[in-house]
């Protein structure tokens, strides 16, 4: 059985997880503190781990199938990729002038809109919940669950 570039990225994240996850073993717990300095990356890094494990046994259950005949190649567009990375890095520019919510309103919503223009007044506001959904659940997950502090803009104090 070959693995495709899938199987290869799968084993790479799987044995990368698995080095980090044990690397975490290591921290020193402080009794004063309930949970430990390894308590979130080992959560991260086990899902990480069974996630690529996922990719590893889809890819080798996938070679065991007949191929099929080879489908029409997709254009690559290289644009797309660049104008991402400039829109995230405008995205980091802006945390600390204008605050994480704003900042990651707009982020998500040009991400989104870029991805997958809207054609209609439904799918621009489809665009906005979406964003504003994402960018409340986040907030709140980090900010009130995790005690997270976020950046605050220093133009809007929000």
Known sequence: MRLSRDGWGGLAALAASLFLYAATLGLKDNPLVPIGPGYYPRIVLGI???LALAVLIADLLKARKPRAAPAEKQKLNYAMVAAMFAVFG????ALPFV????ATFVYLAAANAMLDPPASTRGYLRVLAVALVTTVVVYLAFERYLDVLLPRGR???F
């Open 90 to 93: 405008l995205y980091c520019g």
């Open 48 to 50: 990480s781990a069974i």
């Open 99 to 102: 605050g994480f919510r704003i």
């Open 155 to 157: 133009w809007t104090d």
